[in-house]
Structure formats: structure tokens, C-alpha cells
């Protein structure tokens, strides 16, 4: 039994926050799925349920990917139903990254909760992000262009984590290096969203570009943004640890711009960096200082305005319509944490 | 430019050997793959270039698979060159599957080089496992039947390789399940090479399945043979140490019939499994030695018999054309170890 859900805007003047268009979206997307996720084999249920949240009161991420595929579907005009198997497979892929990522990255938590390598090892993570990829392109099948696209971000995703992981091991990162990996881990699959809808939705050849790029800028102002939650996010808020990122040594976005900043402070950052012991709670502090008068705390905050401004023209010149243009435009303001 | 190769039988009567098949089979899908892999991220180009060899003269695989898929294709009446995307798609998979199973089975020799995780570290060889996997999804994305045929494979993969896993973790593990994990673990994809061969080539729904199951049993039987390998294989055959599924405690099918016999042999047997320090040689004669008086050995080339005979009566049943009849089941006994 399949039950009706308001899918499409009752009026167009209606507006909604970008709280709510999450909501909506994953009112949507959840049972659909909940329908793919049945598809797996039966001991990659297990690991894929705890990494879900579906086994407790977990709850499933924000949904912000299936928004975009759907936001830009009806942005060219489109529905909701024909773009929900790419809105899914989209949320498979970027479940796919997390698992693994977890994995290559040792994270020992996500979403207040214990990753499934943790729980599981790191086996039966490998092969959940496996079945999840599997079964994401499963879902496309019947849509050539929407797989090619996805597929293609797969492979932007693997890039770009390969070039993070790389940066970890080595002394000296660029910042326009550091800005490019961040543009395929985290931008490829967001633009990928908005370029599936629009196809989805029977966009133009320009509509599916200019929403794909507008994905892209927005996707990036968010890493940035997400980068300085990293060090300066409220633990409550990021559900890590204060200072996360230095804490790990991450080489984040606004740490690459201080540590290739050639001044006296990114270079006793980079000293501490170095350091072979474990950060004290004063030092970590007096990293995040060092980050800061470095310019790198600035200079990401410069770079998540302007991407967030390129991204916000992208989708004007794609021309969409009024209340997918006002929403989608909510949610990129949502992703470069502009909305408070 | 393209090379026109001999794609399709000039006489009807000239059956070739099963090496002369590898042979072709590989001349035809390894242009094509080196294609294929040329779409692959920059990063992944080390890794999987050293996997198949390309770096040296290693060489890649014996293109069991796509000559099933080629030859599937022209048992229905079809001809090769609508069936190569499925050929090096049906690669791709497997290889993906190598390499991501060399990571969680620890292996570090896989056709007498080093692994990928060995040379690249394992997250390297996790992110090559991913894109070898999207791109197999990427050339398929035509072709939505086989698509949906080929991902379904992938999770019989992981559910086979999840048993496998549990297994070695399990004192006890009973015959018929250990028979069920190899039916996923590599029944599975050599049945989809089949039946994707006969999609491709255009056979009729009953001709498609019955090559599938043809493909399942011999691959089955293929499992069989090679645990038999695994244990009294010659090692400068099977590019192993000997007795080297005995040193690894591996719970392969002979083994999990021994174990599983309630002989005394087979406690005895257990009792070795059990202990805490590495086997020494006269150990490892020896438990070689129990398994065959558990019947291990008997029971697995009885098996391995059976379903090659199974294997070829599906053959027969799905009614192919007499020249690539008389090479799959050529092909099926080379599987077999029944060709020397």
C-alpha cells in the first residue's frame, strides 16, 4: 500500500524554512529508502539498520542531498515522484562515503553514535558500503543519464578522499589543493544532486549544468563552514569533541590556509602539528589561536561567503521557478550556516 | 582507432581448447578494460594499474568471466561485440570483489605479486575496490537489465564474503552452509557472466536462466576444486605456500566437511584448528592427512563432479549453438580441474 504524501507546494507564494524542506524531504525519502534498504542481503542488515539509525531512535541525517535532487526537480518545472529513485540513490551514495570513510578515517563516532566499523569492524563496514553503492546503482538502473551522473560522482568522491587521506601524511598541503579535494568530497556529490533532479525533473541541458554548479559552490561553502565548526562548533551542536579537527591533526581547510600562510603563527602551528604527543586542552586552545591570527579562520568564513554568493547565481541562471528558487537558495544559505 | 580482431567462429566445427579460449577472450576484453580504467580518478591509477598487472608484466587474471560472458552470447545466437560491455563490466566487478577481499582476508600475494593494500596501504585499496565498482556500473548504464543483473551478483558477493568472514570467527560452521557461502561467493558472478552474455546476445528468458544456473554450478564446482587446491595444489601452480589454506585455518570446504564428519579424524583435526600457535610442517601433513581420512577430500571431488555434471545438463537445456556449447562446457571442465 502505497500512501499519498503532499508532494507538490500547495501554492507557490508558500515558502518553507529550510527546517521544513528537510523535513518534507525526508518524510519522502525514508520509505523509499526503507524499500531499497530491504533489498540487501541479509547480514548487511544489521550494520546498515545501526548506521541508519533504524534500530533505535538513531534517526538518518538530515536529508540535505535528497532535498537538492528533489528542490531542483521541481526548480525546472518537474515533480517530486519521478526524481524520489535518484533523491534515494543520491542518500545510498553519501551513506556509501560515510561508512567507508569512517573506516579509512578511524572515526570512532557519527551522529552521537558509534560508527558501524566500531561496532561491527571494519569488515562488514567495507562490505555495507559495498551493498550500499551496489544497490544505489541497482536503483538507477532504468535511468542511464541519472547513473552515468551518479557513477561519475562516485568516482569524484573517491578522489577526493584519496587526496585527503594523502594530505594527512604529508608536511605541506596547499590551500587551492586542499580547497580542490574538498570540491569532489564533498561538492561533487551535492552538484550531482542538483543535476539529477533537473534531469529528473526534464530540465535543459543549461538547467541541469547551472544547478549542478550551483550544488557544487554550495556544497563547497559548506565544507568550509563545516571545517570551522570543526574547531570552533559547540560540541553539543557537532557531536565532537571541542577542537575536533586539531585534536585529530586534521589538516582542514582554514588550518591548510594558516599553515601555508608564512607567518610566525602559521609556523608554530605547524611546530604543534608536528608535536609527536597528544594535544593539552591549553594547546589545542592556542592552536585554534594561531588558526585564527593566522587568517585562516577568516579567510574560510571570506571563502564560504563568496562560494555561497557563485552558488546563488548559478541557480538564478538556471532560471527556476519562484518557490524551488526561494527554497533551494533557504537550503544553500543552511549549507554555508548563514540561516542563524 | 579500433582493431578489427576475429570476434566470430569461422567454421562452426573448429572447437578450440579451453586455454585457446582464455586466450581470445582476454585479446578482446583487455583493450577495452585498459579503456574503461582510463575513466578511473587519478589517484586510483597506481593501485589499479598494479592490480592487473599493467605496471609490469604481471599480466591480468585468466578472463574466465568475460569469456563466459562472450561465449553465453554466441550459445543464444548473438555475436561478441554487443556483449563486451558486459564482458568487461563482469571483470571489473570481479576484480573490485579481489581487492577489497585481499583487504579483509589479510592476503598479500594474489597472482604471485603483492596485494594492493599491501603495496598502497588498505585504504588505497578500499577506494580502488569503490571506483573499479562504480565504473563497472557506469559501462552497463545502457543496458538496465544487465545492470540490474550484474549489482544484484555484487550482493550475493558481500553475502558471501560476510559468511566467510563469520565463518573463520566460528568453531563450528556445517557442510551445507559452507556450500551456500561458495554459492555466493563465486557461484554467483559466474552465473551472472552467463546469463549476462545471454541477455546480451539476445537468448530467451528460459535460455538466459538456464546459462545462469549452468554458470552457478560450475563455478560452484570450480570452489570445490579450488579448495582441494588450496590444500594439495602445488605451489608453484597455485602461486601459494603449501598446504597454505591449512596455515591460514582457513574453513574451507574440505576442511568444514572433516570438521563437520564426526570421525575421530575430523576432532583430531579441530583440536589443530584450535591451537594457538602456528601449525609446523609435520603439523600441517598431517591435518592434510586427517582431512582426507575425514572423507574431506572424497566428499569435495564427489561434489565437484556432481556439479559439473549439473552445471552441464543446464547447459544442454538452454538449447546453444554446437560450437560455443562444446566451449563453455570445455571451459566448465577446465573450472573443474577436469581438463588435464
Redesign the interface.
Known amino acids: 500500500m502505497k500512501i499519498e504524501l503532499p508532494t507538490e507546494p500547495t501554492a507557490l507564494t508558500e515558502t518553507r524554512t529550510a527546517r521544513e524542506i528537510l523535513g518534507w524531504a525526508r518524510e519522502l525519502v525514508e520509505p523509499e529508502l526503507r524499500a531499497a534498504a530491504a533489498?540487501?542481503?541479509?547480514?548487511?542488515r544489521a550494520p546498515v539498520w545501526h548506521h541508519f539509525g533504524w534500530d533505535d531512535d538513531g534517526g538518518s541525517g538530515k536529508a540535505v542531498r535528497p532535498a537538492l535532487v528533489l528542490l531542483a526537480a521541481q526548480a525546472v518545472g518537474g515533480t517530486v515522484r519521478p526524481a524520489l529513485p535518484a533523491a534515494v540513490a543520491v542518500e545510498l551514495v553519501h551513506n556509501?562515503s560515510l561508512v567507508?570513510d569512517d573506516?579509512?578515517d578511524s572515526d570512532e563516532t557519527r551522529r552521537h553514535r558509534p560508527t558501524v566499523w566500531k561496532v561491527f569492524g571494519s569488515?562488514?563496514a567495507?562490505?555495507a558500503?559495498?551493498?550500499l553503492?551496489?544497490?544505489s546503482?541497482?536503483l538507477l538502473?532504468?535511468h542511464?543519464?541519472q547513473?552515468?551522473v551518479l557513477?561519475?560522482a562516485?568516482?569524484?568522491l573517491?578522489?577526493g578522499?584519496?587526496?585527503d587521506?594523502?594530505f594527512e601524511r604529508r608536511e605541506f598541503v596547499g590551500a587551492e589543493e586542499c580547497r580542490q579535494m574538498a570540491a569532489g568530497k564533498t561538492g561533487a556529490l551535492l552538484g550531482c544532486a542538483c543535476a539529477l533532479g533537473a534531469l529528473a525533473g526534464g530540465g535543459t541541458p543549461d538547467q541541469i549544468r547551472q544547478l549542478g554548479r550551483f550544488g557544487e559552490e554550495a556544497g563547497l561553502a559548506f565544507q568550509f563552514a563545516d571545517d570551522l565548526l570543526g574547531i570552533w562548533g559547540e560540541p553539543a551542536v557537532t557531536g565532537k569533541p571541542v577542537f575536533s579537527d586539531l585534536r585529530n591533526r586534521k589538516k582542514s581547510l582554514p588550518v591548510v590556509a594558516a599553515l601555508a600562510s608564512g607567518t610566525p603563527e602559521g609556523r608554530a602551528l605547524a611546530e604543534l602539528y608536528r608535536s609527536p604527543d597528544g594535544l593539552s586542552p591549553d594547546e589545542l586552545a592556542h592552536a585554534a589561536d594561531l588558526v585564527e591570527r593566522a587568517g585562516g579562520r577568516a579567510w574560510s568564513e571570506a571563502q564560504s561567503e563568496i562560494l555561497l554568493g557563485r552558488a546563488l547565481a548559478h541557480l538564478r541562471a538556471a532560471t527556476p521557478r519562484d518557490r524551488p528558487h526561494a527554497e533551494l537558495a533557504a537550503l544553500a544559505q543552511l549549507l554555508a550556516r548563514r540561516d542563524s
Open positions: 533489498g540487501l542481503p541479509p547480514s548487511m556509501f567507508h573506516v579509512m569488515d562488514q567495507i562490505l558500503g559495498d551493498a553503492l551496489a544497490l546503482a541497482q538502473a532504468g542511464p543519464d547513473l552515468r557513477m561519475s562516485v568516482l569524484d573517491v578522489e578522499q584519496s587526496a587521506l594523502e
